[in-house]
């Protein structure tokens, strides 16, 4: 990798918010109103941030799953945002693994398209790591197993822009498995299931990806093309392990960009 061209804080898991940008405006807009409108609804502090928060995961995850078009993440925000009003988690801790889960998607979903144009760092592959160890002690089981398949996926693409070594991948699998044996009730829903099973049905849609024209964010290179298309295989996939094995709530923002991504695909495609 041609390290003068890239800075020495440039991190692949982690994208400045620059709110000049009008997407980005939304995306802190609908943080605040998720936050406010949930408040307002009788849900708790905790609750309010789940679910504005939850409308910005679900958004920066379309970012990733579709760099693209600006759009589908602003209807996967518009998605989520409704869901987590209409569906808002039973208790404090509920919603903060949710939360938990939600992020480390995220992330995985982010290094695995290297939007941002450079290679995870050690530590950064670390913290996914114990991203998924944390998930996997709580009910998002599918969730918990994202960074580990990510890092896989990503070190098997054979460029600069992955892991150099599986060990961080294979340890992030191992770390999601190990608190199997601590797992306590389930904490799902339908609307979270039935947001699922919607991204599912405009899957291949959304995976059928063509070209990918935005460039990464050091301005090196265009996103690569199968980088994205990993991404949104594994997040198909987590969403349908998600359905067999519980735990959708976590991944009801990932459902949103999903079912975002793969209507617009369709509506590009019809158009």
Request: with cysteine; net charge negative.
């Amino acid at each position: 990798m041609n390290t003068d061209r890239t800075p020495p804080l440039a991190l692949a898991l982690a994208r400045t918010l620059d709110l000049t940008i009008p997407s980005n405006q939304l995306a802190a807009g609908g943080l605040l109103a998720g936050l406010l409108l949930g408040r307002l609804s009788g849900q708790s502090w905790a609750g309010g941030l789940r679910t504005g928060a939850g409308a910005f995961a679900a958004w920066a995850t379309a970012r990733e799953l579709d760099p693209d078009h600006a759009q589908s993440a602003a209807a996967a925000l518009a998605a989520e945002l409704l869901l987590g009003l209409a569906d808002p988690p039973q208790e404090d801790l509920a919603a903060l693994e949710e939360l938990l889960a939600a992020f480390v998607t995220l992330g995985s979903l982010r290094l695995l398209s290297a939007t941002v144009g450079t290679a995870p760092t050690l530590p950064e592959q670390l913290a996914l790591a114990g991203g998924a160890l944390a998930t996997g002690t709580t009910d998002q089981k599918a969730a918990a197993l994202i960074p580990g398949a990510a890092l896989l996926l990503s070190h098997t693409r054979g460029d600069d822009l992955g892991p150099e070594e599986p060990w961080t991948g294979v340890g992030a699998l191992t770390a999601a498995l190990l608190p199997a044996l601590l797992s306590a009730s389930e904490r799902d829903s339908l609307p979270a299931r039935l947001a699922a099973l919607g991204a599912l049905v405009v899957a291949p849609a959304a995976v059928n990806i063509e070209e990918v024209n935005a460039r990464n964010d050091l301005d090196t290179a265009q996103i690569a093309q199968e980088r994205v298309k990993s991404s949104r295989l594994l997040a198909t996939g987590a969403l349908a392990v998600g359905l067999i094995t519980g735990g959708s709530r976590g991944l009801r923002p990932l459902s949103a960009a999903c079912a975002a991504v793969g209507v617009w695909m369709l509506a590009g495609r019809r158009g």
